[in-house]
């Protein structure tokens, strides 16, 4: 299923309320059971299917993301427990070209099915699989974040100041080649984090995505552990 198939349920159900009185006015008794018949035809299915249909139109999303936000292979997000701000600023920006997604799929997303999407992921409570991570690295990537990252990737990375994603217990594989990114120019840096990078080399910001990988996530049952 595609967001586009999503969208396509939507007129469905319209047209088959209209269906309701409609075929009636003008027709004999043997146009309506035909009528009636091609209803059942066209809409019995849809309306079978409507009831399976997800509340968001996550779509392809489960491909990779799964419908719990825990992501299928290394290297891609997880997304569950993500606060909805949060995962809408994302997708907006990639729709808006700020960020260049790898998957074309998070530019196309459309408007409508931003806050939705981000509504569903954000009520995911799934325990996320733990990343492998090297401890001197751990301890390495603690004394970097104590200093230069903490100020807006709060408690860990397990809370968020100044619109920073939550990055405790995210995939390691992911969140190394980010921090990279940022550095490369590959990501445009949000406001002010760009100074936090400063004469950091490639081993300091490795280090950070160990350490956060390596925190536990926010606790599944209580969603955020702290309001700021
Ligand atoms: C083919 C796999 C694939 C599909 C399909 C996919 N994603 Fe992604 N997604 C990724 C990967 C890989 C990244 C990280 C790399 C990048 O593109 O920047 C990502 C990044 C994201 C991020 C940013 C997460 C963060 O921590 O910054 C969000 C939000 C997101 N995807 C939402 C979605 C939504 C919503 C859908 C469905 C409309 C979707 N994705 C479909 C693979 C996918
Ligand atoms: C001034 C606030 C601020 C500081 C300091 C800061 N960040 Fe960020 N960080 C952000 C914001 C805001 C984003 C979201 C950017 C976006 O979506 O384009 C972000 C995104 C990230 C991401 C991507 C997360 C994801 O899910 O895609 C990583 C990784 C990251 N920061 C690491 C770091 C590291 C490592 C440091 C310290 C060296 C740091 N940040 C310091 C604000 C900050």
Known sequence: MTTTDYQAAVPLAAISELHADAPCIRIGKSG???GLLAAALL?????????????APIGTCIDCHGANGIAIDPATPHLNGQPEALLI?????????????????HREIP????????????QQKAQRPKSATRPELVARGETVYQSRCADCHVDNGRDSDKEAPLVAAQDVGY?????LAFKKGERKF????????RDLSDEDLTATA??????DQVAPQTGRRRRR
Do not use: C
């Open 175 to 179: 969140l190394i080649a980010q921090t």
């Open 32 to 34: 309506l059971m035909k």
């Open 190 to 197: 949000p406001f002010l984090m760009d100074g936090s990078y």
């Open 89 to 105: 600023n994302m997708i907006e920006t990639f729709r808006g070209g700020a960020r260049p997604p790898k998957v074309r799929i």
């Open 210 to 215: 160990h350490f956060f990988a390596a925190q």
């Open 111 to 122: 408007a409508a099915d931003v806050a939705p999407l981000a509504s569903h992921y954000s």
């Open 43 to 55: 809409f019995g299915p849809a309306a079978a299917w409507a009831q399976d249909k997800p509340a």
